[in-house]
């Protein structure tokens, strides 16, 4: 009895060292790899009977979305019993999702022994195959061979909707479809960021954070898009403007572009304001627009116009204003007292106005373009140079304004008037103190000798003429009187007969004249 038991039990080893080691795990969790397009082989047997009694065995395969996975099964018999003619085996192969759910199933027997399950992942994650061995009627071990396939023809790594096929990006999340697929693209304008390998010279998104523009084609930061936000009206010429158009010239960086009328640097034809709205300064930052359009810029530097201006609703007050215009409503060309109001004459200083009168600086001469200024308000210009009309030779003194021999004094011997010249036309005398006709200038044309005629002599007409000019001459004969310095005819030149208005000269000395 015990030899019997010690043969069966030898047998029974030999048995379990035929059997195929354990090639997978019997629960989900601890399922083994199946590697894509290699074989694995596996052994199950329902436990009545078996030795080993490995009754389920699991497997699993990762693959992304989109991916088709198929797994091949192939079964055969396992030491089928010689005392069971036509022993066979059955078993249940069906392939589950990460959550253990059944996605599809086949049995499978000796008369059916092959078979293949797929699946189509939504998304990445392991897909898994379970093998049971089923109570059959003898022997109930088999051993199998699973063969997993995937195809990736559809599989989207980065699960962006972009299969890795087209998806330039397949390892990160994107949305971009234009420039390139499946990249990040931060503003959904379906063009992407830039990356290290990839920038705006390449086709990203020249603004990365602005779903309305993409490209920049002149690099000026403005987008092509005349859609989008700050558009570029110049896409093809880089500029810089940003108040009136952007992207476009400004030559002085005052953010209003250049006028360009045959829309040859632009989208359009672009004029200068007023008939558009280019700058009407292009070249002086402080300026830009000129409603008049006199050549006279509507921005002001005097503190002292901001409520009229404001007002108006034209300009802005800027610390330095370049020629700001006084009349920004009226063409002018005035620039000397004040800029772009009328000026009439054209001498560059303005017409008077109820707001502007000549003591502030307004033209004196509206009508006179030789003249514009008159200090003394005498209606004769301060402007001396030569061709100049109506010139002020006494730019300061409101009784003179002609001096004719130009010794410095005045022609007008009114009542009342300064700086009289007596002698208008002579320079070298101005001043008659006596009243006689004759200058005080003795060195001067027809110089007093007697400077100080009394008023008598003057009234009566008792002024030599002869021998000497401006002396007392009673007989009025023209040969003066004699005096102790100035003796009579013929020791010297006075009148030998002062008395005598037809004598004057007695060259013999006898007491009798000459005439």
């Known amino acids: 009895m015990l030899g019997r038991c010690i043969g069966v039990g030898l047998f029974a080893l030999l048995l379990v060292s035929l059997l195929p080691a354990v090639n997978a795990d019997d629960t989900q969790a601890s399922s083994n790899l199946l590697t894509d397009g290699v074989s694995s082989n596996g052994y199950v047997c329902d436990p009545d009977g078996c030795s080993s009694n490995d009754g389920t065995d699991w497997w699993r395969i990762y693959a992304y979305q989109g991916d088709i996975v198929s797994i091949s099964f192939s079964g055969s018999m396992n030491n089928a019993a010689w005392w069971c003619p036509g022993d066979g085996w059955e078993a249940d192969y069906s392939m589950h999702d990460e959550s253990g759910s059944q996605v599809a199933s086949m049995s499978k027997d000796d008369n059916n022994p092959s078979g293949t399950l797929s699946k189509t992942m939504p ?50 999340v994107g949305s971009s479809t234009n420039d390139r697929k499946g990249c990040i693209d931060s503003d959904s304008d379906g063009w992407s960021d830039t990356d290290s390998g990839w920038d705006v010279q390449n086709g990203a998104d020249a603004f990365e954070n602005d779903g309305t523009q993409w490209r920049d084609r002149d690099f000026d930061g403005y987008g092509d898009n005349i859609l989008g936000n700050q558009p570029d009206h110049c896409p093809d010429n880089r500029g ?9 010239i400004d030559s002085d960086a005052d953010g209003y572009s250049d006028a360009d009328p045959g829309g040859l640097d632009g989208l359009e034809p672009w004029y200068a304001h007023p008939d558009g709205l280019a700058d009407s300064f292009p070249y002086e930052s402080s300026q830009w627009r000129d409603t008049d359009g006199d050549g006279f810029g509507d921005n002001w530097d005097d503190p002292m116009w901001n409520e009229t201006h404001i007002a108006w609703g034209i300009g802005e007050w800027l610390l330095s204003a370049e020629q ?16 772009g109001c009328p000026d009439t004459d054209g001498d560059a200083w303005s017409d008077p106005g109820e707001n502007w009168t000549t003591s502030e600086g307004a033209d004196a001469f509206p009508i006179e373009p030789t003249q514009w200024r008159d200090r003394d308000f005498d209606g004769y210009g301060d402007n001396q140079t030569i061709g100049a009309n109506l010139i002020d030779d006494f730019p300061d003194n409101p009784t003179q304004f002609r001096d004719t021999d130009s010794d410095g ?22 001043r008659d103190t006596d009243g006689d006709g004759y200058g005080d200038n003795l060195n001067g044309f027809e110089g007093d000798v007697c400077m100080n005629s009394d008023a008598e002599e003057v009234e009566s007409g008792w002024i030599s003429r002869f021998d000497r000019l401006g002396c007392r001459d009673v007989d009025s004969d023209g040969y003066s009187d004699p005096t102790d310095d100035w003796i009579p005819h013929p020791e010297g030149f006075a009148d030998a007969f002062p008395s005598d208005p037809s004598q004057w000269y007695d060259t013999d000395g006898d007491g009798f004249g000459d005439t």
């Open 409 to 430: 004094w005045g022609d007008n011997q009114t009542y009342g008037a300064t700086q009289v010249d007596d002698f208008p036309m002579f320079p070298s005398q101005y």
């Open 240 to 248: 810089y403007s940003t108040d009136d158009r952007y992207g476009c």
């Open 324 to 339: 700001p215009d006084a009349c920004p409503f009226i063409v002018g060309l005035s620039f000397a007292d004040r800029y």
């Open 123 to 172: 998304q990445a994650g392991n897909v898994f195959v379970k093998i049971k061995g089923k109570d059959s009627w003898c022997n109930d071990g088999l051993d199998y061979t699973l063969l997993a396939s995937i195809d990736k023809t559809a599989r989207d790594t980065d699960e962006d909707g972009f299969v890795d096929a087209e998806d330039d990006c397949d390892l990160i």
